[in-house]
Structures are given as C-alpha cells and as structure tokens.
C-alpha cells in the first residue's frame, strides 16, 4: 500500500482520510483532507472521473500523454521479419495476407502463416469452424528439426458432435509438414469443462482426427484465476500473518495455478524440441494459448529471452494474437465487477520471473523489466496495451496517437539488463515445474505493504554490478591498446640498426574478462 498524508503528525487528529484499493498491484491509496473547506465527495468524484476517463466520455490518458522518447516502440515488432529470422517461409509454410481487413478472423493479426498446401478457401472453410474464426496458425517453427507450435481456438463441435473433413484434413497438414506421425493437441482447459463448452456450440477435436493425440492441460478457467488473485490480496494487506503464512499462501491456489501453467508449456517446448508439431487451444485461444506458446516459445528459442525479443514476444504472442487487454484489465472502465477482468497477463509475467529465479544467466532483462511492464498493464500512459485486438487498435489510431512502452523502456535499456547474462544460443530451458520450487513474487505482490521492508534493493545491486562490468571493460580496453603500442614499439627497435639482439621478450598482461 501507499500512504499520501500530512507529514506533520501533530495534525493527523485535524484530518479525514479517503482509502482507495488498488486490487491491480495491491496498492491502497490513503488521501489526507483538512476538515474545514474541503468536501470528501468532491475528491471522489475527481478521482473517479480520471481513473475511468471511458466511463465519463473522456479519452485514456495515452492519448493525452506528451512525454517524447528517441526510440519508437511501436517498430519493434515487425510480422514479416520475426518469420524470416524463424527461416519462413519454406517449402512448407507460407506467409498468408487473407486476413489484411480482418475478414476472416477480426481477433487475428493481417500476416499468417499457415500450410503450404492449404489454400485461402481452405482457410476460410476452416475458419467456420473454429470459434470466433481462429483458424490454427503457425507460431513458431524449430530450425532443425522443422517441428511447429500451432495456435487456435476449439473447434464448434457441439452438442451434436459435428465434425468438419476441412478441418480435420487441415491439421493434417500440419502434421504432414515436418513428418510427424501424431499432432499432439493440447487442450489447455480441464477436460470436464471441454465437455461442458458443447453445451455452448463448442468442444474438442475426438477420434476422427485420427492422427492427432489429445492432452488435456487441466488450466483453469478466468473466473477462477481472478477469485484466486482477489485471496491473495486478502493474505498480502493489510497484514501478513507470519504463523500463517504457508497455509494462507496454499488456500490461495495462486502458486498451484502458476505451476499448472508452466507444466503444459514445458510439455509443449519436450513434444516440438522432440521432434512432434503440437497445435495448443483453449476455448478461443486468446488467454490460456498465449501463456501455453509464448512461455513455450521462452524455453525453446534464446531470441525471446533477450530484451528486445521478449517485447517481441509480448507483442507477437499476446498484443497481435488478440489477448483481451480491454476486457481484462477493464482500462478506463468503472465496472470493476466486470466478469471479464482476470489476471491472465499478470500470471504469465509471474511465470517468466519463476524462470528467471530458476535460470539467473539465461535471461539478458531483469526483474524490475516485469515491474515495469505490469505497472504500465494498468497505467494507460501507454498504448501498447490498449484495446482488445489489433483491429480495435488500428480503428483508434493506437500507433498514431499513442506512445509504445518499448519506446520508454528501449531509450534506458540499462536498467532493464541483466549484468548475470550469458547468451546460449541453443539451450533449451526446462525450469521445475514444482510447488517446491515455486515462490510467492514478494517484490511485485507485497511491494506496497509499509510493514514490508525489503532491505538490499535488486536494482540499486544491478547498476553497481552493470557499474563494475564497464569499469573492467574500460580497464580491458586501456590494457589492449597499451598492448598493441608495446607491440609497435617492440618491432620497430628490432628493426633499428644497432638494436640490442639480447633483449628479452615482454610478457604482457592478460585479464580474465
């Protein structure tokens, strides 16, 4: 929580308070008021008018922001390029442009890339079949042994079981791209509740799909990921019970859910680093796919665990693919019993820092990066995560109008780095997925308690140490040019006339680093 009161104590007693929860980052406001000539419910209604600016007929603070950056963020991810660098396209994948006016798919970004095979009315007869129009797309290809992640929705089979030879040849040509014998199909969702989808139209790929296998990932639904958040605000403010600790902690599910999430993304990245293409869904692939493939994609692929890649990521797997930032956070919006908000971006971002406890070298960004990004999910300083699909964005002039939260975070890439970073191009990373090695992210939940003293600051230890690496790195520098003029020195005296023959040679320094 946040105090803002009287610094003078003697006048405490003179003052009312207004307390405010922030439910987002566990804040909670306290705003101080003399008595006399000042009217609580003035401050209220200024404060409510702009914190839900949509709500009021007012426009989202990024619209207003003026703030200016040498870098622009909103060039950091570029479709096109981020497939070339994967190796696409190739003689089995295409990069497809059906979806250039949201006509198949308005959840889905207007560069695709699909079967080599399919055609486009392929896709468009798939697309009737797929919640909300989200066909199965290629997220990301393994270099070697050509295996692929795949995303999508579930397929509207119903109550009636009715199944789709478009469909179901479709994921056949997925399967047939890099020879796999069986597509594993991971269902993020408990399999009771894909049952139950039938209900509503929707469902899950049966026997007829006979060269697929189906795994069901037993990941929760939003509504119970947001229940589980709102108990772990009760444990983390305004007290922590230290005799209670442990069993307030487990009541929460919240470290059960982040294990659940990282165990279907290590069996993702095994199945593709083996050699297997997977396809992943939920119900409509916007919340529970993005944590499945993009933490997947994170373990498999060092590109996404640098700075830069991971806004790459971000943008690729969650902004572009449609996750509903609007819907979820409620930006701007003052119905925050909204059944939509979950905290479904929060717990990926728990997932990443879980990875970087576990793999301190294999990550270039450090923690107070995920601060940073969380902090601005809910801000609306910036654009980037405004609506709830790239055609809302492009309706409302995000690009145009708005700042990118790259653009902040790229103009002082230092304090985001990682001075414990070494690259390993090819290692793939499998943390443990075990309530063991799981913990509570105290810097990010419990940060604003006042009771909570956190005693040696990971970034001020991070600039020391970033501090030192270029202090070494000047002192190399200076000891190799002194090197190189010993060097010349050395060879033009042997060169003179009269040079001594018995001089013996220098030994000159070298430095570990």
């Known amino acids: 929580t946040k105090n803002i009161h009287s610094d003078k104590q003697q006048h405490a007693e003179q003052m009312k308070y207004k307390r405010i929860l922030c439910l987002q980052d566990m804040r909670n406001l306290r705003f101080a008021l003399k008595q006399e000539g000042h009217s609580r419910r003035d401050l209220f209604e200024l404060l409510f008018r702009y914190a839900f600016p949509l709500s009021h007929g007012s426009p989202l603070f990024a619209y207003l922001n003026q703030e200016k950056f040498p870098e622009n963020g909103w060039s950091i991810y570029k479709p096109v390029e981020e497939f070339r660098r994967q190796g696409l396209p190739n003689n089995k994948w295409r990069i497809t442009f059906i979806n ?56 509207l089979v119903g109550m009636s079981g009715k199944r789709n030879k478009d469909d179901e040849r479709y994921l056949d040509l997925i399967r047939e791209a890099n020879d796999t014998t069986k597509l594993t199909i991971y269902d993020a969702r408990p399999s009771v ?40 605000k009760d444990i983390v403010y305004p007290t922590v019970e230290e005799s209670h600790w442990l069993s307030s902690l487990e009541s929460t599910h919240w470290l059960e859910h982040i294990k659940l999430v990282l165990s279907g993304a290590i069996q993702v990245a095994d199945k593709v680093s083996g050699g297997h293409s997977v396809v992943v869904h939920c119900s409509d692939g916007w919340d529970r796919t993005a944590q499945l493939t993009s933490l997947a994609m994170l373990m498999l692929d060092s590109h996404f ?80 995560f405004l609506y709830n699909c790239e055609s809302a964005r492009d309706q409302n002039e995000v690009r145009t109008k708005t700042l990118s939260l790259w653009s902040l975070v790229n103009s002082k890439m230092e304090i985001y780095l990682n001075p414990f970073y070494t690259p390993e191009s090819g290692r ?86």
């Not at 992210?441 to 009771?451: E, G, H, K, L, M």
């Open 100 to 155: 250039k006016n949201y006509e198949l798919c308005d959840t889905y970004p207007t560069v695709l890339a699909v079967p080599f095979k399919s055609t486009e009315e392929d896709l468009k007869r798939v697309a009737a079949f797929r919640s909300r129009g989200r066909i199965p797309v290629l997220s990301w290809i393994h270099r070697e042994n050509k295996a692929v992640i795949v995303r999508c929705s579930q397929p």
């Open 193 to 232: 509740n894909a049952v139950a989808n039938k209900a509503t139209g929707g469902g899950y790929e049966g026997d007829e799909y006979q060269n697929a296998d189906l795994v069901f990932l037993d990941i929760q639904n939003i509504h119970v990921m947001r229940e589980s958040l709102k108990k772990l």
């Open 305 to 384: 665990r640098t700075l830069r890649g991971l806004q790459v990521l971000i943008e690729k797997e969650w902004i572009s693919f449609g996750h509903k930032f609007a819907s979820r956070i409620g930006h701007g919006d003052k119905n925050h019993t909204d059944q939509d908000r979950s905290p479904i971006f929060v717990q990926f971002i728990d997932c990443v820092w879980q990875m970087t406890k576990q793999f301190p070298t294999a990550f270039e960004f450090n923690e107070n990066l995920l601060l940073t990004i969380l902090d601005h999910l809910y801000s609306c300083r910036f654009g980037t």
């Open 428 to 513: 793939v990373l499998y943390p443990v997925a075990s309530m063991r090695h799981l913990e509570l992210w105290v810097t990010y939940y419990i940060r604003w308690n006042p009771r909570i003293q956190h005693q040696s600051p990971v970034e001020q230890r991070y600039r020391e140490l970033l501090a030192l690496r270029d202090e070494y790195l000047k002192k190399l520098e200076q000891l190799q040019m002194s090197d190189s003029s010993s060097t010349s020195s050395d060879l033009a005296n042997s060169s003179a006339p009269n040079a001594a023959s018995s001089t013996p040679p220098k030994k000159y320094l070298r430095t570990p680093l």
